[in-house]
């Protein structure tokens, strides 16, 4: 009962705080603090209901719970860690848009392949590519490179796409000067082209970003080797560790953030000279 | 003719190019088998009779497209003409499994996300605090909390259609708000003040200035929602250990070793994913046509 009411009274006092912060003018700090009040309230009513309700844990683990199971376990989520992101997720980042941006590039030359390349590639990246990843275990093995191999699956359409379209957003202006200037297919491309394509890349790269981290894990469904976030999750699941399953989701969490939020980062440095970026 | 060869043509070269590229590919994965088997039994493969081999192997490597085809032929238009269309064997009822879910999702889904858009718009505080953490929501990848989901609903009490659907749901209203939020936006300060010199109440602003003019923005968001939603269905169905679904026929192919299930299936999803978003097109082609936003 106690919990309970404690509970109602975090999550007003929470909620008013905004509400009164919101309506202050508005700066970088109350456009930071609003949405961590508002998150540190959710937590704080999570633990409250957990508690309050008793909750079993096999259900749905309080906050601290995970907190100490998170803290005891840091060598079992470093090492899932390690062969989860760094092994299968980023390699198969950097080589499935690597391909993709190469492969734009030289499409890029054929306006008739461009023709036929872009409606295919959209119709490619809606389908539910996910699925070639028991086909990819079975090519690729149990370890870690069929999941970088789902992840260059995953990623290469929407890179591709966004980096093709890209590299058609100079406008004719823009192309005759650098012929008036003489300039070679290479000069225009590296001079002009390319950098006017940065913010399509980078969307193409931070929708990937995702696609990346989600490969990697669900790969694991289908089989890994005794490591692995995929693999510790549904293990964990099977065993009711639910606490150590959330403590995984944690790590994917605030890696999924931090990978995102890295690239949005790289991106502010590079397109600074884009509109969306100087408001 | 030559308008119709000048957008269709280049979509075929490419189409056709993945057939050829597939057969090639089939041949090359499927050739060592083709050769371990010959040498067992002490004969020569001639190069023709390599080929024929690495046709139709009852487990390839990668089955060349025929073979899916007649696999899915088998367990679609096969079944229905010997009037077993929902068979546990047929690849319909396993599609109107995922399909059931998928739709249930995407539904959710968008109701979700367009309540959600319209507190954003119209609260400042909802705004500043749920916006952030709309979007981080999705830097979070659900598809890998998917058997966890599904376990602690089922531990509730709650099986069937609606853990998976919740799946879809949470993939599929992320677009829905952000679309939405746009599109609830996009009237121009110009339109806003016709409004107001019209006297119109903030309902009437609502229903016909704000909702009207998000329409467009809604269509494209409900492609991607439908698209993320078959995804979270099919994946909703790999924990509960196979039983009915597209989902389960990915995980029991794999299972087993069994290609040309995994392949049949993903491809019928790949339709389904097509048929779906396609459906909406058409509807986005009629009604922003009735309201005369295309021409």
């Avoid at chain 1, 906050?63 to 997720?89: C, H, N, Y």
Wanted: some cysteine; hydrophobic content about 55%.
């Amino acid at each position: 009962m106690i919990w309970a009411i404690t509970g109602i009274i975090a999550w007003l006092a929470g909620w008013r705080l905004n509400v009164w912060l919101a309506n202050q003018p508005k700066t970088r700090a109350t456009r930071l603090a609003v949405p961590i009040i508002f998150g540190v309230t959710l937590i704080v009513l999570w633990e409250c209901v957990v508690r309050g309700f008793e909750i079993s844990p096999v259900l749905l683990p309080a906050p601290t719970m995970i907190a100490a199971r998170f803290a005891v376990s840091t060598g079992i989520l470093w090492e899932d860690f390690v062969q989860t992101v760094i092994k299968g997720a980023l390699s198969g980042y950097v080589m499935g848009c690597g391909a993709a941006f190469l492969t734009a590039i030289a499409v890029d030359r054929f306006p008739f392949l461009q023709r036929g390349l872009l409606p295919v590639g959209n119709f490619v990246a809606a389908l539910p590519i996910i699925g070639m990843a028991p086909i990819l275990v079975m090519w690729f093995g149990f370890d870690w490179q069929s999941k970088a191999a789902v992840v260059v699956v995953m990623v290469f359409f929407p890179m591709l796409v966004n980096t093709v379209q890209g590299l058609q957003a100079t406008d004719h202006m823009q192309r005759d000067l650098m012929r008036t200037y003489a300039a070679s297919y290479a000069q225009s491309l590296i001079k002009l082209r390319l950098p006017a394509a940065m913010p399509f890349i980078f969307n193409g790269l931070k929708i990937a970003t995702t696609l990346a981290l989600i490969g990697a894990i669900v790969a694991e469904f289908f089989g890994s080797p005794i490591k692995g976030m995929g693999f510790r999750i549904s293990t964990s699941v099977g065993q009711l560790a639910l606490d150590l399953v959330w403590a995984e989701i944690v790590v994917a969490a605030v890696v999924g953030s931090a990978f995102y939020g890295g690239v949005a980062l790289l991106e502010k440095a590079v397109t600074f000279w884009h509109p969306s970026q100087r408001g | 003719m030559k308008a119709v060869w000048y957008r269709i043509g280049p979509i075929l070269t490419v189409v056709i190019a993945i057939f050829v590229l597939w057969y090639a590919g089939s041949v090359a994965l499927n050739a060592p088998w083709a050769y371990d088997k010959a040498k067992r039994a002490g004969v020569e493969l001639s190069t023709s009779e390599l080929i024929a081999d690495t046709m139709n192997q009852k487990k390839p490597k990668l089955p060349p497209p025929h073979q899916v085809g007649a696999e899915i032929w088998k367990t679609t238009g096969d079944m229905v003409v010997r009037g077993r269309a929902f068979s546990k064997r047929s690849l319909l009822y396993h599609s109107w499994i995922t399909l059931s879910s998928t739709l249930l999702g995407f539904v959710l889904g968008t109701g979700l996300g367009i309540a959600l858009a319209v507190g954003i718009v119209y609260n400042r505080t909802m705004d500043m605090s749920i916006m952030p953490w709309v979007i981080a929501s999705q830097t979070i990848p659900i598809l890998a909390i998917a058997p966890m989901i599904i376990v602690v609903l089922n531990a509730v009490g709650i099986s069937g259609l609606l853990p998976k659907a919740v799946i879809s749901m949470y993939l599929s209203f992320f677009p829905v708000v952000v679309g939405m939020v746009k599109g609830l936006r996009s009237p121009d300060h110009m339109q806003l003040d016709q409004m107001k010199t019209w006297n119109a109440s903030g309902n009437q602003e609502f229903w016909k200035l704000r909702l009207p003019s998000s329409m467009p923005y809604l269509f494209t968001s409900l492609k991607i929602a439908m698209a993320a939603s078959l995804v979270g269905a099919i994946v909703g169905e790999l924990p509960t250990g196979a039983v009915a679904g597209l989902g389960a026929r990915l995980l029991g192919g794999s299972y087993y070793g069994q290609t040309i299930q995994i392949w049949s299936a993903l491809l019928v999803a790949a339709a389904l994913a097509a048929a779906l978003v396609g459906l909406i097109g058409l509807v986005q082609n009629v009604v922003l046509k009735r309201m005369g936003m295309v021409r």
